[in-house]
């Protein structure tokens, strides 16, 4: 009898032992005399249940977890039986938590070998590309139009009007970059589409390739993302051996291909002008547009620049048509969503749906309230640069312009969940510490406004003239909200003045409610 089972590679598996469980299962084995494959995937993302272990059976896979070393030998005579065990999760896909998914981006991540190719192709991979080549540039660039995809690296801006002002620039040399460099506390997508389903986003470049009349492309990954690196290097060899990459691609007449650069580490290289800096081998600081990176951007030429996300979603894109893609979510905000759950929560992880559903859905019922069993205080929603919305928002629902609406950021699609023991004055002071630490220090109000910041809310927890203090750190983050050249400035008075707003008694300071009565 020859048992297959599948035992995720994931960097967040790895931290919990999922390579002990893969080699304790493979010794249980040799001493059994029993023909044992052990395929090691992504995460399928439900991390409170990692290491999750997947047996292959005539009906499915069926999940067993979380699992340790110490498992390995009565589950591996369970699997020999009839599969019971008190680790059994019954049939992976009926999961509940996964179940309620609606995965388009993800629908590989959990399933297929990251290393094989033809693993990909075999499970619905390369058919977006396909469709591409038989549509031609100006066709493809209107069906991601079409779509209605906006950047899923935090901006939100339209896909399809990016890729049309590059295809209309004329230059002898374009590029492709894509932003892996996913530096949002609560966040993990990226990593796992590049650790999981490689291919997706090497499929997605070279289409966006195809499209503009670029020819090269790079993957800029953070240099805390070892295992990403290594799985997209040994993934871009696999493509250039398979035809997905080279001089002809998928046998066409277009080439296109691709080579990984690591960041070293500086949060700033997240913004699309300095991470072109960065890949031309300078030190990462922003560029003052114009001219915009689609005129003007790496190395002076013509360049399309979107986060691992948008380019992983846009093979399903092509392949099903824009219209079907078009049909998921609410308002502008168009398709799916990856969202990461993280922080004090019960249920964390990364959880795909359409555009619409509530903080308080995503929180409260599919997280499972706080880790602790503590009631959920505040949620920051948009990396460490976004505001923290109280429970009274929790019905707002995850949308581009319903967020704005309410002065937040959907960001990255990172929710960190805090209960409440939580210093909120304490958050806010770490914001404006995360912006001095983290300027590339071009601009004054991001550079200098950052460090006033942290003093003048030491001054108010202290209660040094509180009032004028409090005054002046909303003039402050008015400054660096319209003064800054990026969002790292741009950005930091989300959560400084969310945290103020919703949450005053922590700076000692009488609600706003409160001071107009």
Known sequence: MTLLITIPLDAAALAVGSDDVAAAFKAAAGRRKVTLDVIRTGSRGLYWLE????????????AYGPVTPADAEDLLTALLADGAHTLRLGPTEEIPWLKRQTRLTFARCGIVDPRSLEDYRAHGGGKGLEKALSLGPDAIVEEVAQSGLRGRGGAGFPTGIKWRTVAQTQSEQKYIVCNADEGDSGTFADRMIMEGDPFVLIEGMAIAGIATAATKGYVYIRSE???????????????????????RVG??????????????GAYVCGEETSLLDSLEGKRGQVRAKPPLPAHKGLFGRPTVINNVLSFASV??????????????????????????????????????????????ELVDDIGGGTRTGRPVRAVQVGGPLGAYFPRALFDTPFDYEAFT????????????????????????RFAMEFCAIESCGKCTPCRVGSTRGMEVIDHIVRNENRA????????????LKFGSLCALGGFTPYPVMSALTYFPEDFGAPSRLQAAE
Do not use: W
């Open 225 to 247: 993302y070892p295992h990403a690196v290594a799985a997209m290097e040994a993934a871009i060899v696999a493509a250039r051996r398979g035809g997905l990459l080279g001089e």
């Open 405 to 428: 609406a309410r002065d937040g950021l959907i960001g990255h699609g990172g929710i960190v969940v805090f209960d409440d023991t939580v210093d909120m004055a304490k958050q806010a």
């Open 251 to 264: 046998g066409s007449s277009f080439a296109f291909d691709l080579e990984v650069r690591v960041g070293a």
């Open 468 to 479: 004028a203090n409090i005054e002046l750190l909303e003039d402050l983050c008015h400054t």
């Open 315 to 360: 093979p399903i894109i092509l392949d099903k048509g824009a219209a079907f893609y078009r049909d998921f979510g609410m308002g502008r905000s168009r398709g799916t969503m990856p969202i990461q759950l993280a922080g004090n929560i019960k249920h964390g992880g990364l959880f795909e749906t359409a555009f619409g559903i509530t903080l308080g």
């Open 51 to 62: 290491p999750l272990v997947e047996v292959e059976t005539p009906a499915g896979r069926v």
